[in-house]
């Protein structure tokens, strides 16, 4: 049996040491489209830090680890898939025949289609050759601008300040940071924090109309913004344009069913180009966080060997550490309707809290400043725990979380 796999993040290898465990005699192929060893990009930012070294990146330590469980890994750039056939065509013609096929090839950075986004002195910051760029040019003093303020901007913040630059974010017109996982109270509170608190100059309302010289952000109303470095962190995309023509059915991710099959047999998709089961909502959904890409590997891993395994959903989760101040959301954090919320605010504290309640159950949070929170809220939303009486004190005193989760979770178990 020859099992190849696209991609070499961490639903990749996961799902290459499952296989290997679990048949130790199968042909293991691990294809990456980047020259270096499998690595996380969660850890770049540590990396930019001056933390870690390139080594504390990859996801295996040991130089010999793929060599020694016979796992034969590749840097090569998939050009076609012919799922009729079982047949990769990589960059350059050469093809390379499968039996069971895995695509883990993760997203890609969007760059909007602003004159001058390709100078030098703009980047992406995806990979590790562009966290070599970006280190390159934020040396101590330096002007470097970031546009966006997602989840991804706002982790390598703190790393930007530790290496001594002069930073301004450039925000969209809302002038709200972190919008896919933090409600208008929550976004306010980091934005402040980081005006307030860490000395970073915030710049919204005006839109970027193009980069000129090395490098000048010019904007809509005329007024520019000089810069060392722009660091572009505007959004993602699934990789899966190599996919025209394969009959794998693709939507916001490749289409996946609770075996994490694709619509092809004995294809198969994990990780962030995965549109994988949502826990909270019972829909499909990407995921793009590292625990759910090593779920996913894991599972489709199994049932690539013939083992019927279901993925039974993951949970949208956030975990952000801006500048130092740490925020969270899990589940249904903008509500379901029919349900309840409660309120807790200490603006001049950095602290908050939003709880959402449905069916007599927790279903998401918000939380910025009170980390002591965010391990019993995932696990009522996880465990869909009953709350019984505890709803209604959590409505009145939503700090109370903890006393409610050891409370219910005891009654859950009798």
Known sequence: MRYVIIGAGPAG??????????????????????????????AIPYLLSGRINEGGT???????????????TRHAHVRQVDTS???????????VAYDRLLIATGSHPVLPRIPGNDLPGV????????????????QPGSRVVLVGAGFVACVIIK?????????????????RMVRSMMDEHAGYLIRRWCEKERGIRIVSGARTVRYQDDVEVVFDDGSTL????????????????????????????????????????????????????????????????????????????LNMVGKRVRHQGSLAMNVLDTAGLISCSYGLWQGKEGGQTALFLDESSYR?????FFDNRLVGINCV????????????????????????????????LKEAYVACTRARNG
């Open 369 to 400: 400043g009170m980390t002591e929170h965010t391990g019993c809220a995932r696990g009522l939303i996880q465990s869909a725990t009953p709350l019984g009486d505890w709803e209604a004190v959590l409505v009145r005193d939503p700090v109370r």
């Open 159 to 175: 790393s930007l300040l530790d290496r001594g630059v002069q930073l301004t974010i450039l925000l969209g017109g809302s002038g």
């Open 13 to 42: 290898v996961v799902a290459a040491e499952t296989i290997r465990h679990e048949d130790p005699v199968a042909e293991i192929m691990l294809i990456g489209a980047e020259d270096a060893p499998p690595y996380s990009r969660m």
């Open 123 to 138: 980047q992406n910051c995806w990979t590790l050759e562009d966290a070599r760029q970006i280190a390159e040019r934020a």
């Open 85 to 95: 056939n079982r047949m990769l065509t990589l960059e350059g013609g050469e093809q």
């Open 352 to 356: 908050y809290l939003r709880l959402e």
């Open 58 to 72: 990859h996801l295996r330590k040991d130089h010999h680890h793929y060599r020694d469980l016979g796992i034969h």
């Open 226 to 301: 000089t810069a060392d470095l722009v660091i572009v962190a505007s959004g993602v995309r699934t990789n899966t344009d190599f996919l025209g023509g394969s009959g794998i059915e693709i939507d916001t991710g490749i289409k996946v069913d609770e075996h994490m099959q694709t619509s092809v047999a004995d294809v198969f998709a994990a990780g962030d180009v995965a549109q994988g089961r949502n826990l909270s909502t019972g829909g499909w959904d990407v995921h793009a966080i590292q625990p759910t890409a090593v779920e996913h590997g894991r599972i489709a891993a």
